[in-house]
């Protein structure tokens, strides 16, 4: 039986749905999701294998027109170097919302010697269907996609049809990866993922953007893993804050990101939770280097 087996790059501003999309042609969550922008800062490798077929996503941040700080040239690195990489690029896009943002990262893609497909997402949110006509056909008018096609991530509908059209495009060769692997990122990456995930669920609209985590200790035995993390913040200020009085807020994300990584990893989680920081450390190269931003650059 021949095999097929590439990389897809998926590409797009913040917030319309690259992850979801991801997670739901892996049917796990591998990316954290929010319903916050700018939630992805790392390129996020995820695998699935479907009979003859391997596909290898790379999930990237959300490319964005502003890059006042290095954590910000950062994820745009990430998300246009990818499209360089790969044998399929999927250009995401929510339906009915083109934007200055997808026109800047368009220039860019048809830098790329790759087809790309226009995945035209949430879709589900238009209550007629019909209205989205025009806007698939305004799209069309702007590059010549290898294809254009409607999905809605969240709900599932469209993604297998969007998989049997990669397929066409993965090239005759052997899998990269063994038929159970998922992505090629460790556990102690994952754990401070779901951790920063929470932290984006239980802090107010700011405070999440100027937090990152570092896990310091992974211990595991055959009963659980026990994780020690740091969760750095920008300035003194803001350690209050992620603590909450009483220990509170730092209590409510241990408890949620604990029950996460448990789901994930399959074993009961210890986890302990320190505030500290680093002033700056989002604009400052050495700092982000530090704390494992341009690992997969």
Not at 10 to 31: A, D, E, Q, Y
Not at 132 to 154: T, W, Y
Not at 182 to 187: E, F
Request: glycine share 6%; charged share 25%.
């Amino acid at each position: 039986m021949t095999q097929r087996c590439g990389y897809v790059a998926v590409v797009g501003k913040p917030n319309v749905g690259k992850s979801t999309l991801m997670n739901s042609s892996l049917g796990m969550r591998l990316s954290i999701t929010t319903h916050k922008p700018q939630t992805t800062r790392h390129r996020i490798l995820g695998v699935k294998t479907r009979g003859d077929s391997q596909f290898v996503f790379l999930d990237t941040p959300g490319f964005h027109l502003g890059e006042d700080k290095a954590i910000n040239r950062y994820m745009n690195k990430a998300a246009v170097s990818a499209i360089h990489d790969v044998d399929v690029v999927l250009f995401v896009i929510q339906a009915m919302r083109w934007t200055k943002e997808e026109e800047a990262l368009l220039l860019r893609l048809q830098t790329a010697d790759v087809p790309v497909i226009a995945v035209i997402n949430k879709a589900d949110l238009l209550t007629d269907k019909t209205e989205l006509l025009p806007f698939l056909a305004e799209v069309g008018q702007k590059h010549d996609f290898a294809q254009i096609i409607p999905v809605s991530a969240k709900t599932n509908k469209g993604v297998s049809q969007l998989e049997d059209l990669i397929r066409s495009f993965l090239p005759e060769q052997p899998h990269i990866f063994d038929e159970d692997d998922y992505t090629d990122k460790n556990m102690r990456f994952l754990a401070s993922e779901r951790i920063r995930e929470q932290l984006f669920y239980v802090m107010n609209e700011e405070i999440p953007y100027s937090l990152t985590v570092e896990i310091e200790q992974f211990e595991t035995t055959e009963e659980r893993h026990s994780i020690g993390a740091v969760i750095w913040v920008e300035r003194s200020t803001q350690k209050g804050i992620v603590i909450g009085k009483g220990g509170a807020v730092l209590k409510e994300v241990g408890t949620r990101a604990r029950k996460s990584m448990s789901h994930l990893f399959g074993k009961r989680v210890h986890l302990e939770l320190w505030v500290r920081v680093k002033e700056g450390w989002s604009d400052n190269d050495k700092a982000l280097h530090s704390l494992g931003y341009g690992d997969n650059d």
